[in-house]
């Protein structure tokens, strides 16, 4: 079959051509049983560049120029860029056999930006999207994703109908070889370094398509239920996503693979455990100006760099989000967003959208230049880096995005400037002195096992509201809290006051919890951190009060207790503070901390604007500080656009022996340090944005 330019296809062609080109897929396949994580290295300064473009625009490629493409890229210090073979429109950019040529472009885009690329030491893995194709969505409607109405993922708003946009097309279909043959004739065709294969994911409920309730119906599974949709779903990424590997490693065993969509906090663990071994690195998509926000990459990178594989985090060139042409990132936003990459032990790519005429816009790479050079002084510092920390929190695991409770100990962590995980139950807790559940971990038997263990075993805990109880919320679950389960608090307000022992720079007053919680009572021994005061009454129509009723009087009900290791919370005070960011919360959230651990890894004398994280390389550690501040200067976006520097910061980093050098760096200007109770301890002259202080062995 040659080249459709946009004509449409039949189903007999479209099988045709997947046919003849996965055949050879099929005979180029080695033969092993557990094929595994390759030698795949991945780069420092890598730019994710979309390209698509809908087969209504003319003109498409008409001013590219590869060399030209190629030298801005070197000349922005870019090492890696992952360019188009596949749209979401469903176009291809090079003369395919297998698919739908962009019916406009008259070059092969993909092979002269690959060779150019290539020519100048670039590295390209190529994109191609899967579940996204509008123009097999058209074609065929069986292959479409169809929710519990019937109806198909992408009709959206009153033009529905006339508005097929981003229709979702299901994987348990033929659709799934004609994606594998795209695949093969790239690898095939071009010195591709890798495939990154694009939004791949269900939505939440699952596809009720003709071919996934078929084949529920072959396996046992109920369509009407939820629970079977889900766990059929998995079955089918699973089984796609070792196809996708395979393509890649029958071609190019030392390739990148990386399939988007599937790996994310959000996942069953046992999921995301099961298909690393198809990854050969993870990318954290996280651009600040779209819906994630700046709290998710600091909660999603503490996740998923523990699976074993190198990450790298992701932001965008835009103002917003993807596709926002006509704007550029602030300067001091994209040093912040990649600087914090390092800080996290991941390494930095920028996503980007080439213009439909080809043309790469040299005002964005002169800002992308300038971050990335600045990386690369910084390489020596971060290359082979590992995150050191010593508290994990557990992740609820109730989306792509977390909830409040997830962002709330984020954020209260970061600004304490403590070192921790991101962790789900099936992490190994041996690894932390404390854990934290925040808010809304009821305990079955496996977790309530395993945190008794840990326990028992000398690791200290921090429970809020829910966590600890069983199940059915009746009553605690963990042994050893000391506490007695009343129920959900039943009164409107329910407000603290911190006691000795946990009132360490809080303003002795009562303070207003802005969310209920738990009515909790202490047994014999256990030592009571904050109590909870009521108010005067809870308003009706005949007591009425503008605001919360004032509070009244002490109860003798708990807010925070603490027994042995345990310290427990009776008020979502994770949650609340995501929503209403009251300083108080945090306060006594870290003196309850100090209380469990008193000997952290890091102390400073800082601003909790400034973010500080440890990481470890070989005979050494490396401490990064950084001082850039997010401000709401519209509706719905936080902007970084100015660096305020700061001075003369004191740092105390808990290293096992003395040091014999202490520096900065890139900089390697020394610093006057003293060694004192195993703590190396320094002032930063100047922190002006980012800075690295290293500690040599």
């Given amino acids: 079959?040659?080249?459709?330019?946009?004509?449409?296809?039949?189903?007999?062609?479209?099988?045709?051509?997947?046919?003849?080109?996965?055949?050879?897929?099929?005979?180029?396949?080695?033969?092993?049983?557990e094929p595994g994580p390759t030698a795949?290295?991945?780069?420092?300064?890598?730019?994710?560049?979309?390209?698509?473009?809908?087969?209504?625009?003319?003109?498409?490629?008409?001013?590219?120029?590869?060399?030209?493409?190629?030298?801005?890229l070197k000349d922005a210090a870019v090492n890696s860029i992952t360019i188009f073979a596949k749209c979401?429109?469903?176009?291809?950019?090079?003369?395919?056999?297998?698919?739908?040529?962009?019916?406009?472009?008259?070059?092969?885009?993909?092979?002269?930006?690959?060779?150019?690329?290539?020519?100048?030491?670039?590295?390209?893995?190529?994109?191609?999207?899967?579940?996204y194709d509008q123009h097999v969505w058209r074609e065929h409607a069986d292959w479409r994703v169809y929710d519990e109405e019937g109806k198909p993922q992408g009709l959206r708003g009153p033009a529905a109908p006339l508005k097929p946009e981003l229709g979702r097309v299901c994987i348990n279909t033929p659709y799934l070889d004609y994606v594998l043959a795209q695949a093969d004739e790239v690898l095939r065709t071009y010195e591709a370094d890798g495939l990154f294969y694009?939004?791949?994911?269900?939505?939440?409920?699952?596809?009720?398509?003709?071919?996934?309730?078929?084949e529920r119906e072959k396996l046992g599974l109920e369509s009407a239920r939820l629970e079977d949709r889900r766990k059929h779903t998995y079955m089918v990424m699973e089984r796609a996503i070792d196809r996708f590997a395979a393509a890649v490693r029958a071609r190019r065993p030392k390739a990148g693979i990386y399939t988007n969509g599937s790996f994310n906090m959000g996942e069953s663990p046992e999921f995301l455990r099961a298909i690393v071994k198809n990854y050969s690195h993870i990318e954290i998509e996280s651009l600040p100006g779209g819906s994630w926000g700046y709290s998710h990459f600091q909660m999603a990178s503490r996740y998923l760099r523990n699976f074993g594989l190198e990450a790298q985090g992701m932001t965008g060139a835009f103002h917003r989000s993807w596709g926002d042409f006509g704007t550029v990132r602030n300067q001091a936003a994209l040093d912040y967003e990649c600087f914090s990459m390092l800080a996290q032990a991941t390494k930095c790519a920028v996503g980007d959208h080439l213009h439909p005429r080809g043309q790469i816009n040299p005002r964005?790479?002169?800002?992308?230049?300038?971050?990335?050079?600045?990386?690369?002084?910084?390489?020596?510092?971060?290359?082979?880096?590992k995150a050191v920390t010593e508290i994990a929190s557990?992740?609820?695991?109730?989306?792509?995005?977390?909830?409040?409770?997830?962002?709330?100990?984020?954020?209260?962590?970061?600004?304490?400037?403590?070192?921790?995980?991101?962790?789900?139950?099936?992490?190994?807790?041996?690894?932390?002195?404390?854990?934290?559940?925040?808010?809304?971990?009821?305990?079955?038997?496996?977790?309530?096992?395993?945190?008794?263990?840990?326990?028992?075993?000398?690791?200290?805990?921090?429970?809020?509201?829910?966590?600890?109880?069983?199940?059915?919320?009746?009553?605690?679950?963990?042994p050893g809290m000391g506490l007695d389960y009343e129920g959900p608090w039943k009164h409107e307000s329910q407000y603290l006051e911190a006691l000795e022992g946990a009132r360490d720079g809080i303003p002795e007053m009562v303070h207003e919890m802005y969310e209920t919680g738990s009515a909790v009572k202490a047994q014999p021994g256990t030592t009571v951190l904050a109590r909870v005061w009521t108010g005067y009454f809870d308003r009706d129509y005949k007591r009425f009060q503008v605001e919360q009723?004032?509070?009244?009087?002490?109860?003798?009900?708990?807010?925070?207790?603490?027994?042995?290791?345990?310290?427990?919370?009776?008020?979502?005070?994770?949650?609340?503070?995501?929503?209403?960011?009251?300083?108080?919360?945090?306060?006594?959230?870290?003196?309850?901390?100090?209380?469990?651990?008193?000997?952290?890894?890091?102390?400073?004398?800082?601003?909790?604007?400034?973010?500080?994280?440890?990481?470890?390389?070989?005979?050494?550690?490396?401490?990064?500080?950084?001082?850039?501040?997010?401000?709401?200067?519209?509706?719905?976006?936080?902007?970084?656009?100015?660096?305020?520097?700061?001075?003369?910061?004191?740092?105390?980093?808990?290293?096992?022996?003395?040091?014999?050098?202490?520096?900065l760096a890139p900089q390697r200007q020394d610093l006057k340090f003293e060694y004192r109770d195993g703590y190396a301890r320094a002032t930063i002259p100047t922190i002006n944005g980012h800075q690295m202080v290293v500690f040599e062995a």
């Fill in 1 to 33: 079959m040659g080249e459709t330019m946009g004509k449409p296809i039949s189903r007999r062609a479209l099988l045709s051509a997947a046919s003849w080109a996965f055949a050879m897929f099929r005979t180029a396949r080695p033969t092993w049983a």
């Fill in 40 to 72: 795949f290295q991945l780069p420092f300064r890598h730019i994710h560049l979309d390209f698509h473009t809908s087969p209504t625009i003319t003109g498409v490629g008409e001013d590219f120029r590869a060399e030209d493409f190629a030298r801005v």
């Fill in 88 to 131: 979401h429109h469903g176009m291809s950019y090079y003369p395919t056999k297998v698919g739908v040529r962009h019916p406009n472009l008259r070059v092969d885009l993909l092979g002269e930006t690959i060779e150019a690329c290539h020519r100048q030491g670039i590295r390209v893995p190529v994109y191609i999207s899967t579940m």
């Fill in 198 to 214: 694009d939004n791949f994911y269900y939505p939440a409920g699952g596809c009720l398509g003709p071919s996934c309730m078929m």
């Fill in 364 to 385: 964005t790479y002169e800002r992308i230049g300038r971050t990335y050079r600045s990386v690369v002084e910084k390489e020596p510092w971060c290359e082979g880096a």
């Fill in 394 to 478: 557990l992740l609820n695991l109730s989306g792509p995005r977390a909830n409040d409770s997830d962002i709330g100990v984020t954020g209260m962590l970061t600004q304490l400037h403590h070192q921790f995980d991101i962790i789900d139950r099936a992490s190994d807790f041996s690894r932390y002195r404390l854990l934290i559940l925040p808010d809304t971990h009821r305990l079955d038997t496996a977790l309530r096992d395993k945190l008794a263990s840990y326990v028992s075993s000398g690791g200290a805990l921090l429970l809020s509201h829910e966590s600890g109880l069983d199940t059915a919320g009746q009553g605690f679950a963990l």
């Fill in 549 to 663: 009723t004032p509070y009244e009087k002490p109860s003798d009900y708990v807010a925070a207790a603490q027994r042995g290791k345990i310290v427990y919370f009776a008020v979502p005070i994770f949650r609340t503070y995501a929503r209403n960011g009251y300083a108080v919360y945090r306060q006594l959230v870290g003196n309850c901390i100090r209380r469990l651990m008193p000997e952290p890894l890091m102390k400073a004398e800082l601003p909790s604007t400034a973010q500080v994280t440890m990481t470890e390389q070989r005979g050494r550690r490396i401490l990064h500080v950084l001082h850039y501040i997010p401000q709401r200067r519209s509706v719905d976006l936080d902007i970084v656009e100015d660096v305020i520097p700061l001075a003369n910061a004191s740092v105390a980093a808990r290293i096992p022996q003395r040091p014999s050098r202490v520096y």
